[in-house]
């Protein structure tokens, strides 16, 4: 007889579930709980519909139309949880970020030694609003449920300190995949981009500044792609210096829209100032696409230099700007051989089997 799974995921962590969920069917019958916000979801109804009917698999889109901070979230969570607890799960895995309402909830709900908390960062670090709130919530979160899912080796080290008592287990987030896409890969320049929403952590301007370096430096065989939405387009655009070698799309890009960018393009570029673990890495390795990152622990972890991509120092548009012309001189023959390794890399590394082999001897000890 299968083991049961209660998995409950938040819209801005389905990206790291909804690959492995069905594959895991075979080993366990599993009830997911996807919780939607009203406003701003990442995901959308249609996105689950594949899910709707697999054998073993019990699909809840729960639909929340309050603030997570919002007090009415309480019977939101209180509906939910009484519904689970009667199904008697063995195991009861919380791919949530701690907030005050979820934590009190969920430890009224669940049973301690049924229960994985994850932690997809090792401490609150300085991008979280609020600190002090949610160094208490982890506080109290990670002290209570003291089963926790880690994703990369360096926020295990992090969490370790903080929680050395805990029972930890690290597994590699999983490949992203967001569909396939027909369109073949460009052949007119060598292409470095990036996506998704520009804030400041991301250090777009650091592309951007290295970009019209490497133009300076008499090269315009390349364009820089960026694709995304921004509150202060502004203060990026009067950093152009040469238009011509950028090609912009300054919106929201849907999760439709995003093998298009993968299979038309070269290089992701990930040039982060703070990076815990990285999903749009994920996404890369999924696509086979060679990434160019800072060297962020979070980055360093899983990208090796010349195989898996190239590294840069963080914050350095001089070493970027380098690393933009070796790859623009390297051209096509040997990005190809990048990618080969790459996949190679990738392969041995963070398959479908690898990763899935770790969550099943997660759940297995229960």
């Not at 749009?280 to 090796?304: H, R």
């Amino acid at each position: 007889m299968k083991k049961k799974l209660v998995w409950i995921t938040p819209d801005y962590f389905v990206d790291c579930d909804i690959e492995i969920i069905p594959k895991l069917l075979k080993e366990f019958d599993i009830d997911w709980i996807v919780m939607i916000p009203s406003k701003d979801a990442r995901f959308k109804r249609e996105d689950f519909i594949r899910f709707e009917n697999l054998k073993g698999l019990s699909f809840t889109y729960q639909f929340c139309k309050y603030r997570y901070r919002d007090p009415r979230y309480l019977w939101t969570y209180f509906t939910v949880f009484s519904k689970l607890i009667k199904n008697k799960a063995d195991v009861i895995y919380l791919n949530y970020v701690p907030t005050p309402y979820f934590t009190v909830m969920a430890m009224l709900f669940f049973k301690r030694k049924k229960t994985i908390l994850t932690a997809h960062q090792g401490e609150v670090h300085e991008g979280f609003q609020h600190q002090w709130v949610y160094k208490t919530l982890y506080k109290i979160s990670y002290s209570w449920f003291n089963i926790n899912n880690l994703f990369s080796k360096s926020q295990e080290k992090i969490f370790t300190k903080k929680y050395p008592d805990n029972d930890i287990c690290m597994i590699p987030l999983a490949l992203k995949s967001f569909g396939d896409s027909d369109i073949e890969k460009r052949d007119d320049f060598i292409s470095f981009f990036t996506f998704g929403g520009i804030r400041p952590k991301k250090n777009i301007d650091l592309l951007i500044e290295a970009a019209c370096l490497v133009c300076d430096k008499g090269y315009k065989n390349f364009k820089i792609v960026i694709a995304g939405g921004c509150d202060n387009w502004s203060f990026y655009q009067q950093k152009i210096r040469y238009p011509e070698v950028f090609e912009l799309d300054i919106r929201h890009i849907e999760n439709k829209e995003i093998p298009r960018l993968f299979a038309y393009n070269h290089f992701l570029v990930l040039p982060y100032s703070i990076v815990t673990q990285s999903g749009p890495l994920k996404i890369a390795y999924n696509y086979n696409v060679p990434v160019i990152v800072s060297n962020q622990p979070g980055f360093t972890d899983e990208v090796v230099d010349n195989i898996s991509g190239y590294v840069f120092k963080t914050a350095d548009v001089e070493d970027l700007a380098n690393v933009l012309i070796k790859a623009i001189n390297n051209g096509f023959d040997k990005y190809n051989d990048l990618v080969n390794k790459q996949h190679v890399f990738v392969n041995n590394t963070y398959s479908y089997e690898v990763i899935l082999d770790q969550y099943i001897k997660m759940f297995n000890k229960f």
